[in-house]
């Protein structure tokens, strides 16, 4: 299966969890966004090649913890996606904190590694899913 297959059916999954959540009552859901920078200095030296095995690793990783009713993805460059379901902001908090772990250690190689995180929850940052992404950004670009 191709890596653009697989996030096709990412892109569907979020696509059914928003609307599912407009129709039924979600009591929780996270959505947080994942920045790796550092990493594409590596590539102007290592190769890009390498540069997108690191992302690909990355991904991988962050897809180790999640539930089948959660959505991980590559959603543009060096930035990742979670659509975390029925979970509230403080346990997204912890999945944030342990993926700033993850980029630190298995990623020494890269000595300006840094995960930005833009988190967005449901019900206390916006009152729709649709208005998730937009707050999750503006919260990654703040660095809160």
């Not at 690191?54 to 979670?82: H, K, N, Q, T, W």
């Not at 509230?88 to 630190?104: G, I, K, N, S, Y």
């Not at 206390?124 to 503006?138: H, Q």
């Amino acid at each position: 299966m191709s890596a653009a297959g697989g996030l096709a059916r990412a892109g569907s999954k979020v696509l059914v969890v928003l609307v599912l959540s407009s129709v039924v009552p979600i009591l929780a859901l996270a959505f947080v966004l994942l920045d790796l920078e550092g990493l594409r200095s590596e590539a102007d030296t290592r190769g890009y090649a390498e540069y997108e095995e690191a992302l690909a690793a990355f991904a991988r990783i962050l897809a180790e913890p999640a539930r089948g009713i959660d959505v991980m993805a590559r959603y543009d460059g060096s930035r990742f996606a979670a659509l975390l379901v029925e979970t509230p902001r403080q346990d997204a908090l912890r999945f944030a904190d342990w993926a700033r772990e993850v980029a630190v250690t298995r990623f020494p190689c890269a000595t300006e590694t840094v995960l930005k995180v833009g988190i967005a929850s449901l019900p206390e940052d916006a009152a729709l899913a649709e208005e998730l992404l937009s707050v999750a950004d503006t919260s990654l670009r703040r660095g809160t």
